[in-house]
């Protein structure tokens, strides 16, 4: 991969919040949510920032995080590459990138594809009824 | 005068959506039958064709007296009843609601379309008026009847702050908590059992929630859903022949079942996730804001068209603003709205 390559949030079908320092992210087109751990938060944060992979990849000092995490998100529409965007070189950020010790982990939710499919209001044990759970889904 | 085919395509949308509205307009809004709805201060004038769809909407929803700040008008429309002289046609190989979505952005429009039924909904937030047409009273999606114009109410809530949202509710003397979960969950069981034990509630589904000063949920419709089971299991007399719904799942109506009167607005202090779990007692634990996220959020942008980013960022705000709390339910339904009781009376009261 190119080092002066930088990467944007794919579409507007991309959507993402921030719960202390973590991000879930929404591909509206598929329906399928991602969950980032605090590692992969910073590094979506730098690169929809506008960061550079040759800052990225100096920054982390984590070796080998960064390309699992930029298939992943290719992969599943999240990102693309972008050609027009400016290179952005943000001081705190990349002191955040420099911090991260741990592997960047961005994931599907895949549990949330079976709350799609379901009875979203009271799927629960056709015989017994509420509030008894169905047999499977016992804690 | 026949029925005449009206041409939609992504293409152009927006521009052929105004040509719509154009076309129809003059000769829909003002059908025979009238009833008029408020959802939080929004006032909705419905206009319709058909005396069921008038009985269907007062039905599932209140008019409240208090004064209101917007002012909505909505037609309903049949194909059977022969009001209607043009009639939307998808001209592009495939209809998705999310490419319409994107579509729309930044115009005043909203659409939706149930093409098994030949079912539209098309609402222009610039003049507030939106054009709700089907085939028959009878050829409505079956989640309509429920909580009929769900969409419209949604789409005007979001363009004034507001927004529904996929959640139960719980109160006690005006202060109570949203009750989030995926089906199964036990959020309908554990509304009606609180219901039951002369707690509150403004709706076990949809309810509208504004976020100013404080949270407040305010009663969007005046139906409940619960199954045979659930209500032979919490008490509750219904007439022999009361029919199913879509769902197997009986309709009831808030007011009918609720033992104090029904509160228009319910300020929340948190937000519940309610776990069936077959424990004893009712236990609270906190949970995190993206836990509480992950339980509102998602059913709700997949049910509700045409505003899916925007429900994911208003429930991204709900959730980090309230606490939460994950609920494992115990089993005696009086037990359970005694746990709700207590946390309202004590960690939530002030």
């Known amino acids: 991969m190119s080092d002066h390559k930088t990467f944007a949030v794919a579409s507007d079908d991309i959507v993402f919040e921030e719960f202390d320092g973590e991000y879930v992210v929404l591909n509206l087109k598929s329906g399928q949510y991602f969950g980032l751990n605090a590692e992969a938060s910073i590094l979506w944060e730098a690169i929809v920032s506008g960061v550079t992979m040759d800052v990225l990849t100096k920054s982390i000092k984590v070796s080998n995080c960064i390309e699992p995490f930029l298939k992943t998100a290719l992969d599943n529409g999240l990102l693309a590459e972008t050609e027009i965007a400016v290179p952005q070189s943000n001081e705190a950020i990349i002191e955040k990138l420099a911090a991260i010790q741990s592997t960047p982990i961005l994931s599907p939710y895949d549990d949330l594809s079976d709350l799609i499919v379901a009875d979203p209001i009271h799927d629960v044990e056709p015989e017994a009824g509420w509030p008894v759970l169905p047999a499977d889904r016992k804690v | ?350």
């Open chain 2, 1 to 350: 005068m026949p029925t005449q085919p009206f041409k939609l395509h992504l293409k152009n949308l927006p521009l052929r959506l105004t040509e719509f509205f154009h076309k129809t307009e003059p000769l829909l809004f003002d059908q025979r039958h009238r009833v008029d709805v408020q959802v939080s201060d929004i006032a909705f004038s419905v206009s319709c064709d058909d005396e069921h769809v008038k009985h269907c909407i007062r039905e599932a929803h209140c008019y409240s007296s208090a004064g209101h700040q917007h002012s909505i008008q909505l037609v309903v429309s049949s194909r059977e009843m022969g009001g209607v002289k043009a009639w939307p046609v998808w001209a592009d190989p495939w209809f998705q609601h999310r490419e319409v979505e994107a579509e729309l952005r930044n115009t005043p429009y909203r659409l939706h379309y149930f093409p098994d039924l030949d079912f539209w909904q098309i609402y222009n937030g610039e003049t507030r008026r939106g054009i709700q047409l089907m085939r028959a009273f009878k050829a409505q999606p079956p989640w309509e009847p429920g909580a009929p114009l769900r969409n419209f109410i949604h789409w005007c809530l979001l363009d004034n702050g507001a927004s529904l949202v996929h959640s139960g509710t719980i109160g006690l003397n005006g202060i109570g908590v949203l009750l989030a979960g995926e089906g199964g969950s036990g959020k309908s069981g554990t509304v009606l059992s609180a219901l039951l034990n002369r707690m509150q509630s403004v709706g076990d589904d949809y309810v509208a929630i504004q976020m100013g000063q404080n949270v407040t949920a305010h009663r969007a419709f005046n139906t409940l859903k619960q199954d045979a089971k659930g209500i032979k299991r919490l008490g509750v007399s219904l007439p022999d022949d009361k029919e199913l719904n879509w769902q197997s799942k009986y309709m009831l109506n808030l007011q009918e079942v609720s033992q104090t009167a029904v509160p228009e607005a319910i300020q929340i202090k948190a937000l519940c996730l309610p776990e069936v779990t077959g424990s004893d007692q009712t236990s609270f634990s906190p949970a995190t804001a993206r836990e509480a996220f992950l339980a509102l959020a998602p059913s709700g942008i997949f049910q509700i068209p045409c505003s899916g980013s925007e429900m994911f960022s208003f429930a991204a705000r709900l959730s980090r603003r309230l606490p939460a709390y994950r609920v494992r339910l115990g089993q005696d339904p009086s037990e359970i709205a005694d746990g709700f009781r207590r946390l309202l009376s004590n960690e939530l009261a002030h």
